[in-house]
C-alpha cells in the first residue's frame, strides 16, 4: 500500500540461540474412539476412551516465539511503522530498508528504539517523495531482548540445582562454545537429564521455550534448538538456563519466581554433547547480548569455575 502499490513488511526477529526461521517440535494425539473414530487432541485422552487402540503420538513444527512483531498504519500519504513488544521485559529494535523506491522516512533509518514490556513504540514514518508516482519499500525490524541502558549490579547467585554433586563440563571463555560475547562468562554443569533446576535469582520469567527433542553437533541443524528460560533480573540483567528437556519449563513467562524456586528440568536439546545445564547472565549492550562475570554459592561456599581450555 505505498502509494498506489502495495506494500511488503519484512520482520526479521533475533532469537537468542540461534538462526531465524528454526521451528520447534510440538505433540498431537491422535487414537481412535468408541466407535471407531479417528480424533485428535493436544492431550492424551482418559484410558477409557482408547477402546483397546494404541495412542499415536504425532510430531509437527510451529515457529519459535517471537520478540516483536511489526505493524504498520497508514497515516494520509504516510505510514507509521510501529514496534509491538511481545515479551513480559523490555526489547530493543532496529527497523531498517531491506528495499527502498521513492520513499523516505523520519528518522532515517536505521532506527533504533526501546520498547517496554507487553508495549508498542513507534518507530518511524515512512511517506513517498513523489504522491504522484509512488513508491515501495520492504522492511526489516529486528529485536533484541533488554534495556542497552541496564548496569547489572554485583549479585550472589545460588547454585542452579540441589544436586549434590557438583562437575563442570566447560567454564567461562571454554573454547568449545564459550568463546563469543553471548557466552564469554557462560558455565556448563553436568547434570543428569531431569534434574530439577531452580532460579539462581528472583526475577520475571521474560522467555520459554520447551518444545525442543532433539541434540546433535551440527551447529546449523541445532544451534537454535535447545529448550531454554530467560529470567530478567531488578537490575536489567538476564538469567538463560539452557539446553532443558523437552516440555520441562515449570514455570510460564510472565511469571515471578523467587530465588530458588523450581523452574525446570535440565536436558538435552540443541547444540549438546550429553545432558548438561548451560547458564549464563548476559545484559543487552545495543542490539547484541554479552555475557557478564557473576559469583555463585554452593553447599560449601562460593564456587571456584575453571579458566578456558
Not at 133 to 142: Q, V
Not at 144 to 163: T, V
Not at 210 to 230: M, P, V, W
Amino acid at each position: 500500500m505505498t502509494g498506489r502499490r502495495a506494500l511488503a513488511a519484512l520482520c526479521g526477529l533475533a532469537l537468542l540461540l540461534g538462526t531465524v526461521g528454526d521451528l520447534a517440535a510440538a505433540r498431537l494425539y491422535r487414537w481412535k474412539d468408541k466407535q471407531g473414530y479417528t480424533q485428535y487432541g493436544d492431550q492424551p485422552p482418559p484410558s477409557d476412551q482408547l477402546a483397546g487402540s494404541s495412542l499415536d503420538v504425532v510430531r509437527f513444527r510451529n515457529p519459535p516465539s517471537a520478540l516483536v512483531r511489526l505493524r504498520l498504519e497508514k497515516q494520509g500519504l504516510r505510514y507509521e511503522a510501529w514496534a509491538d513488544n511481545l515479551m513480559h521485559g523490555p526489547v530493543e529494535v532496529q527497523l531498517g530498508f531491506r528495499r527502498q523506491r521513492d520513499v523516505r522516512s523520519a528518522p532515517v533509518l536505521p532506527a533504533r528504539a526501546i520498547v517496554p514490556a507487553r508495549s508498542s513504540v513507534l518507530v518511524a514514518s515512512i511517506s513517498v517523495t513523489d504522491p504522484l508516482r509512488g513508491g515501495d519499500f520492504e522492511l526489516t525490524l529486528d529485536g533484541m531482548p533488554g534495556d542497552p541502558g541496564s548496569r547489572p549490579q554485583d549479585y550472589d547467585y545460588r547454585l542452579p540445582f540441589d544436586y549434590g554433586r557438583v562437575r563442570v563440563d566447560q567454564g567461562p571463555g571454554g573454547r568449545f562454545s564459550h568463546s563469543d560475547a553471548q557466552n564469554l562468562h557462560a558455565v556448563d554443569f553436568a547434570v543428569p537429564e531431569g534434574t530439577r533446576i531452580v532460579a539462581a535469582r528472583e526475577g520475571l520469567v521474560m522467555q520459554v521455550e520447551s518444545d525442543f527433542d532433539k541434540a546433535g553437533l551440527n551447529r546449523e541443524k541445532y544451534g537454535g534448538r535447545a529448550n531454554f528460560i530467560r529470567i530478567l533480573h531488578s537490575d536489567g540483567s538476564m538469567a538463560l538456563y539452557a539446553h532443558l528437556k523437552a516440555e520441562g519449563a515449570q514455570v510460564r513467562v510472565g511469571q515471578y519466581v523467587r530465588k530458588g524456586q523450581y523452574i525446570g528440568l535440565s536436558g538435552n536439546t540443541g547444540f549438546s554433547t550429553a545432558p548438561h545445564l548451560h547458564f549464563v547472565v548476559q545484559a543487552n549492550r545495543g542490539m547484541r547480548l554479552e555475557s557478564v562475570p557473576f559469583r555463585m554459592f554452593g553447599p560449601l561456599g562460593q564456587l571456584q569455575f575453571p579458566s578456558a581450555r
